[in-house]
C-alpha cells in the first residue's frame, strides 16, 4: 500500500507551511509527499516553483523520510520534476484529457507512472493496457465527490485493471473502501486546518494529519486482508 499525501496547492504560497505539510504527512506514516508542478505557477502565482524550489521540497521530503512526487501539467514543469530525478511520476486527470503527447513523454522515461483516469470517459485504457510501469487510478473529478459518485468503483482492483484510488470526498471512508477492495495506492488530499478557504477550496475535502493516520493505521490491516480474500 503506498499512501500518498496530496499537499498540491494547499500550501496556499507559503513554503514555510509546505515545509511544515511535508513534515506532518510524514509523521502520520504517508509513505509519499506530492505536489502540483505547471498549475497557477507563474511569476508571482501561488504555486511558482522553479528548480530551485523543487530541490529544496525534495530535500525537505528527504530529511522526513517520505518520497517527493509532483503531478506534472505542462512541458515545462516535467523539466523542472526531471531536474530532482524522481523516482516516480504522477499524472493528473485533466492532463490526459488536455496533454496526452505529455503523457507520452512522461512514459518514454521508462519509470512507474500513475494516472488518474477522473476526465477519462472512454471505453478502456489511453495508453495501453496496465503494466509495471503503467498504473492507472481510479478517481471521481468531482470537488466533492459524494457517495453516489462512486459507482463504477472497482470491486476488486487490479484484477480491474486499475492499481489505486485518488480520493476526492470529505472523510476518508472513500480511502478505507477503496482499500479494503484491494487498493495498493490511496492519494488523499491533506491539510492542517479544513477551515482554510484558499485558492480552489481543496482544504475542506483534505485530510488532516489524524485523518490520515487513521487511514495508514486502519487502511493498512484493510489492504492485508483484501489480499487474502
Same mark, same amino acid.
Given at each position: ?21 511535508? $513534515? ?31 530541490? $529544496? ?46 503523457? $507520452? ?29 503503467? $498504473? ?94
Amino acid at each position: 500500500m503506498l499512501l500518498v499525501a496530496e499537499i498540491g496547492l494547499n500550501h496556499e504560497g507559503n513554503f514555510d507551511l509546505a515545509y511544515e505539510l511535508i $513534515r506532518q504527512a510524514s509523521l502520520a506514516g504517508a509513505d509519499v509527499a506530492k505536489f502540483q508542478f505547471g498549475w497557477r505557477d507563474k511569476p508571482g502565482e501561488i504555486n511558482h516553483i522553479d528548480v530551485d524550489m523543487a530541490h $529544496r521540497l525534495k530535500g525537505w521530503c528527504d530529511q522526513w523520510e517520505v518520497e517527493f512526487m509532483a503531478s506534472v501539467i505542462t512541458d515545462e514543469a516535467l523539466a523542472i520534476y526531471d531536474q530532482v530525478q524522481p523516482q516516480r511520476y504522477k499524472i493528473a486527470s485533466r492532463t490526459v484529457a488536455e496533454r496526452p503527447e505529455l503523457v $507520452r513523454r512522461v512514459l518514454e522515461r521508462g519509470k512507474e507512472t500513475f494516472i488518474s483516469l477522473g476526465w477519462w470517459d472512454q471505453e478502456g485504457f489511453p495508453f495501453g493496457e496496465p503494466t509495471d510501469q503503467v $498504473r492507472y487510478i481510479f478517481c471521481r473529478s468531482n470537488y466533492p465527490t459524494y457517495p453516489r459518485d462512486l459507482a463504477g468503483l472497482p470491486e476488486r482492483f487490479n484484477a480491474d485493471g486499475y492499481y489505486g484510488y485518488s480520493d476526492h470526498m470529505h472523510g476518508i471512508e472513500g480511502c478505507l473502501l477503496a482499500l479494503s477492495r484491494g487498493a495498493d495506492f490511496v492519494e488523499k488530499h491533506f491539510t492542517l486546518d479544513k477551515t482554510i478557504r484558499g485558492v480552489h477550496g481543496d482544504h475542506v475535502l483534505s485530510a488532516t494529519p489524524e485523518e490520515l493516520r487513521m487511514v495508514h493505521e486502519v487502511g493498512r490491516p484493510l489492504r492485508r486482508l483484501a489480499g487474502q480474500v
